[in-house]
């Protein structure tokens, strides 16, 4: 046997601003090999360790560094790899409830590793507003919450939608604008949020349920959903939390990544999907 190694240095100016940097790296190896018989045989040629000789390492070890990410310093990331956000669903069980509930039972799949269906960060701050008021428009969770839900006096009902309004995977982002999953009425053009999986939060003794608005059960056949919970769930289960993984993970437009939502059913749940009967579950937060 054989070892050897080669390391390759990359320099790059980190002085200027709103800028990106790809480095690949990769090797190719072309080489023979003589064997104790004194008869030299061909051993590999262009052989190169980043192609995608076993179907799904392609690319995986380029390199992105950057100036552009809001925040101080600068930092470097493989770019194909995409991060996993968690959320905090003991502190926050509300909003990671009404995640799992749209991770698990529609077709999409926003953010799931399992079905292998990432959420494409969207950096567009104003189309993320025009998708968030197609579905949460304003005064309908006031309209349609409950408050027993809220945490204290100064808690508010917020809309919770679910993809989020800054993926690309929005429920409020129609096909012309790049979205994936537009949430269409039947015969429409123009996301609404009528067309979601549409509940609310209601505690009942120490537990809190989703339930579906009256009228408005699920088919389970939609993309997106939007639940009337508590506004200091809502917003704390992402605010800084997320900023910090944003810049950790250098997450630009389009960057994919991956949701847990922390939730557990412990395999006890019954499930109606396709046929608008309900999903039953006990879910535990970790």
Known sequence: MHSTSVTTPYTWNASTPDQKYLFKRDIQIDANILPSDGNIRPFMT????????????????????????????TGCVFVNHAPTYSFNAKAFPQAAAHGWL??????????????????????????????RNRICPTGWAATNGDASALVDASDTLNCDEFAFASTYNSGGMSSAEGGLNPALPTG????????CINTYAKKLST???????????????????????????????????????????????KDAYWLDTRMNDGGTCTYGIGGGHPVICKLTAS
């Open 188 to 195: 429409g053009t123009t996301p609404t949020g009528a067309a």
């Open 46 to 73: 262009g052989y190169q360790w980043s192609l995608d000789y076993s179907g799904d390492t392609k690319d995986l070890d380029q390199i992105r560094c950057d100036t552009t990410t809001a925040g101080p310093g």
């Open 207 to 253: 537990l809190v349920h989703l339930y579906s608005l009256n009228g408005t059960d699920p088919t389970f056949t939609e993309v997106y959903g939007r639940s009337a919970i508590s506004g200091m769930h809502n917003q704390e289960s992402m605010g800084n939390h997320f900023a910090t993984f944003m810049h950790d993970n250098r997450i630009m437009d």
């Open 102 to 131: 749209i991770q698990k039972t529609v077709p999409s799949h926003p953010g799931s590793v399992q079905n292998r269906k990432p959420l494409y960060y969207m950096g567009d701050s104003a189309q993320n507003t025009r998708s």
